[in-house]
């Protein structure tokens, strides 16, 4: 991987199936880390098993929400054309959006237990994960991690094309 310079942007002119799957996930983090802050501090079980899936997704390709969204007529731009009637995100190599899943699972698991563990203002990083998952499906437009993963050089597939600063501003 080769550093690169510019600004990872996804299409938004269309809901498709990954882009509602991370605002449906960014509302379910918003909500587990709110009910741990407030409620009860086992919600962030709720986390950890949203962060496993998210694991089990970039190692799989399978996703349970991907596949309720294509019953309902949502359609994938990652989705593997070989599995049929089911949705699985491409696993062929380890690009961007896939090593987000992985990386973003991993951040929010040790979260969660360190939040259990140690202090629960680690829950702040919980429930940034889920703003910035809004946000991002929503506009998208600059997640951190997806930033940084494009600066370190990973190829991604949903913006093959992402723009420069310098032609934002242009």
Same mark, same amino acid.
């Given at each position: ?6 600004? +990872?942007?996804? &299409?938004?002119?269309?809901?498709? !199936? ?29 986390? !950890? ?18 596949? !309720?969204?294509? #019953?309902?007529?949502?359609? &994938? ?5 070989? #599995? ?14 896939? #090593? ?49 993963? +494009? ?20």
């Amino acid at each position: 991987m080769a550093l690169r310079r510019g600004i +990872y942007i996804v &299409p938004t002119n269309r809901w498709y !199936i990954e882009r509602t799957v991370w605002l449906i996930v960014g509302g379910v983090l918003l909500t587990s880390t709110t009910l741990a802050a407030l409620v009860h501090p086992l919600w962030i079980l709720l986390v !950890i098993a949203t962060a496993w899936a998210s694991i089990a997704v970039s190692l799989t390709g399978f996703c349970i929400v991907g596949n !309720i969204l294509k #019953r309902l007529g949502f359609t &994938p731009m990652l989705g593997d054309p070989e #599995r049929g009637d089911f949705y699985f995100m491409q696993t062929d190599s380890w690009y961007l959006e896939r #090593r987000i899943y992985l990386a973003v699972g991993i951040n929010l698991t040790i979260a969660s237990v360190v939040s259990i563990v140690h202090s629960p203002w680690w829950l702040t990083f919980t429930g940034f994960v889920g703003v910035a998952m809004v946000w991002f499906a929503a506009t998208g437009y600059y997640c951190i991690m997806a930033n940084g993963l +494009y600066w370190l050089g990973a190829e991604p597939r949903l913006a093959p094309l992402c723009k420069t600063a310098e032609s934002l501003h242009a």
